[in-house]
C-alpha cells in the first residue's frame, strides 16, 4: 500500500521532544503495591505490580477483563463468554450471554446509593451561570425523554439523531436511547445541514433531537434552521423534537415536538430494557481516506467497562472529584469522558458549552477555580492558543484543585506540554497525553501517573493501558521488535473498548482496519517508540487530517471544492499550523475560461466547504495551478504538494518519477505569491 511508504512526520517542529526531554516532576521512582492503585487486582493473587498486571492482563485478557467486568458492571444477567475475537476477519465480541442496561448503569445505581449527588455540572456559554444537576434529577430528566421517544413511535434498535451542543438535555437524551435501547447518533452540532443530512441518512434516522438555538462566544446560532434545512433532504425523518436551550421562538412545523413540553406530560420513571452485551449503543460518524464518513458502531458492555476503566485509572479518578473534560459531546472524546465513563464511575462531570476565550483567555481556569475541577482534560489546539495569551490569564485564578492534566486529540507539542505542566499545573500534576481514536472507544496509550511508580516523558503517550498491545511495522509488514524505530502503529490484540463495525458496510470496517496488516487492528497513525520503550504518536498515514483535532479527510474536502462551477480538479492537503495542529491547504487548476477574480474564487471555495462539511474545514489557503504533480500512471503526488505547503523546497524529494517536473517548479513560484499576497492582506475569518 503506498501510505506505508510515506515517510513519518517525525520531523515536524512540535515533536521536537523525541528522547531528549527530561522526566516531569512528582512521580517517585518507589514502585507501588498494585492493589492500593487498582483494588480489582485482588482478583489476581500474586500479581503485585503493575508490568505483573500488565502482562496478565495481556496473556490471560478473557480472566482481566471478565474480572473488571463483573466487579464494575451491574449486569441484569450474567456472561457465559468474555471474548469470541478474530481480528483477521474483523469479529469482536466480549462478555456474550450477559445482559444489562447501560443507563442503568450509569444513573440508576447511583440513585439508589447517593441521589443527591452531582451527576453532571453544565458549564454553560454565559460566564459564571454553571447549573448542577443530580444523579436523581438526571434519572428523571432521562426517563421522561425516554417516553416521549417511546411516545413517538421509537424503539429498541432504531436510530436516533442528536443534533444539539452539550447541555444536561442532551446528555438525558443519550441516555433515554440507551434506556430503550435506541441507537444514537450524535453529531456535532458545528456541521452545516449538508453534512447533518449526509449523517441521518447514512443511519436512516427516523428521530432527530435538537435545540431551539444554540449559544456559544455570546453569540446565538440558529441550529433548528440547520435541521430544517437538513430534513428536506431527508424524507424518512418523522419526528424533530426541540428542546429550548434560549426563550426564543423559533418556527416549528408539523413533524416538529416542544421537547420540554411533552416530557411533563410523561412519567418520570421508565423501564430500562435489557441489552445484550453486543447489541449497538451508537453510531459516531468519522472521517476516513474516502470522501464518506463512516459510522463507527460501538456496543454496550465492553464499550461501557473499557470508558469506566480508562476514566477511573488514567486520570487516577476517585469518589468526589469533579472531572473537567471541555470536549465536546458530538465527538468520541464527549462520548467517552464526559458522559459514559464518569457517569458509570458515579462521578461529577462537567459539561462544557463555552469557548477557550470566551469571554477572555481565562475561561477556563476561572471554571476550575469555581467548579474546583479537580482533572482537567482539553485539546492541544486550545492549550496553544492560550499559551499566546500569556501565563497572567492562567496565574490569576486559583488552580490548586487540579491533580491531573490530560491532553488528547493530536501531537502536542513540547513548548505546549512544557506550558500547561509549568503554568496550569504549577509543576504539580502530571500531564496525561492520552492517545486513542473513535475506532478505539477509549484511551489505549498514555502515561499511568496514578501508579506512582513511572516517569513522565513530556509530550509522550508512553505507555499501553492494560489489555493493549501495541506494535510497529516494518515496510514488508512485519512486526518491528527493535526499540529506538518507527513505524505503522498497529494493535495486536482485540480489547473491549474497540469499534464492532461501520454502520451497513462491515466490509470497509474488515478492509480498512484489519486487511493492512492481517490479524492486527491498523490504527491509521504511526509511531515511535523510544529507546525505553515508550510510544509517542507521530501522526496520521493515509489521507485523513486534524484541524484543531478534529479529524477530516482530505477526499471530504476535494469532494467539497469540486462542486463548484469553475474548479476542474483540486487536491486537499493539511499542514503545520501553530495553533490548529494542522490546516487544510487545496491546490485547484481551473476550467477553461474562467473569468472571475482569484479572491472571490478563494471565498466561494471557502463558503462552499463550509456549507458542505462545516466552518472548521475550510481550507486556509487556497492555490490555484494550472497542472499538478502527477506521476506517470496520473497519481497526484501529495508528498511533494505538502512540502510546497510547508514551505519545504528543500525536502521535495525524488522527482523523476513525476510526469514533468517543470509543474512542481511552477507551483513552487504560485506558492511564493500566494503567500507574499495573504501576508499584504487582512487575515481571513476562517
Ligand atoms: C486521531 C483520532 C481520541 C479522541 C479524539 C480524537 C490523533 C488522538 C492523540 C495524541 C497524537 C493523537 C491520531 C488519531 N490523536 N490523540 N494523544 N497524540 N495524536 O479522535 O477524531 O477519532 O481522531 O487523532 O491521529 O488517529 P478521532
Known sequence: ????????ALGRPFLRA???????????????????????????????????????????????????????????????????????????????????????????????????????????DEPGTHVKITYRHLLEMTCRVANTLKRHGV???????????????AVASMLACARIGAVHTVVFAGFSADALADRIRDGQSETVITTNQAVRGGRIIELKQTVDQAVRKCPSVKHVLVAKRTENEVPMSSID???????????????????????????????????????????????????SVTHRYVFDYHEGDVFGCVADI????GHSYVVYGPLCNGGTSVLFESTPVYPNPGRYWEMVERLKINQFYGAPTAIRLLFKYGDEWVKSHDRTSLKILGSVGEPINAEAWDWYYRVVGDERCPVVDTWWQTETGGICIAPRPAARDAEIVPAMAMRPFFGINPVLMDDQGKKLMDNNTSGPLCIAQAWPGMARTIHNDHDRFVNTYFKPYPNYFFTGDGAYRSEKGYYQITGRLDDVINISGHRLGTAEIEGAVNQHRVVAESAAIGCAHEIKGEASYVFIILKDGVDMSEAVIRQELKDIVSQKIAKYAAPDHIQIVK????????????????????????????????????????????????????????????
Open 257 to 307: 415536538i416542544p421537547l420540554e413540553e411533552e416530557m411533563m406530560k410523561e412519567e418520570a420513571v421508565c423501564d430500562p430494557v435489557a441489552m445484550e452485551s453486543e447489541d449497538p449503543l451508537f453510531l459516531l460518524y468519522t472521517s476516513g481516506s474516502t470522501g464518506k464518513p463512516k459510522g463507527l458502531v460501538h456496543t454496550q458492555a465492553g464499550y461501557l467497562l473499557y470508558t
Open 155 to 169: 424503539r429498541k434498535g432504531d436510530r436516533v439523531t442528536i443534533y444539539m451542543p452539550a447541555s444536561p438535555i
Open 330 to 333: 458530538g465527538w468520541i472524546t
Open 1 to 8: 500500500m503506498s501510505f506505508l511508504r510515506r515517510p513519518l
Open 18 to 124: 523525541v528522547g531528549s526531554s527530561p522526566p516531569a516532576g512528582p512521580i517517585s521512582s518507589a514502585s507501588t503495591n498494585i492493589s492500593a492503585f487498582m483494588p480489582e487486582a485482588a482478583a489476581f493473587p500474586g500479581v503485585r505490580d503493575y508490568p505483573s498486571l500488565l502482562h496478565l492482563s495481556l496473556g490471560q485478557a478473557d480472566r482481566f477483563w471478565a474480572a473488571l467486568a463483573r466487579d464494575r458492571l451491574s449486569w441484569i444477567s450474567p456472561f457465559h463468554t468474555a471474548s469470541d475475537c478474530d481480528l483477521a476477519r474483523g469479529k469482536v465480541r466480549w462478555f456474550e450471554g450477559g445482559r444489562l442496561n447501560v443507563s442503568v448503569n450509569c444513573i440508576d445505581r447511583h440513585v439508589h446509593t447517593s441521589p443527591d449527588k452531582v451527576a453532571l455540572i453544565w458549564e454553560r
Open 627 to 686: 497542472r499538478l504533480p502527477k506521476t506517470r500512471s496520473g497519481k497526484i503526488m501529495r508528498r511533494v504538494l505538502r512540502k510546497i505547503a510547508e514551505s519545504k523546497l528543500d525536502e521535495l524529494g525524488d522527482l523523476t518519477t513525476l510526469d514533468d517536473h517543470t509543474a512542481v517548479q511552477e507551483i513552487v513560484a504560485g506558492h511564493r505569491q500566494m503567500l507574499k499576497e495573504e501576508a499584504e492582506q487582512p487575515a481571513s475569518r476562517h
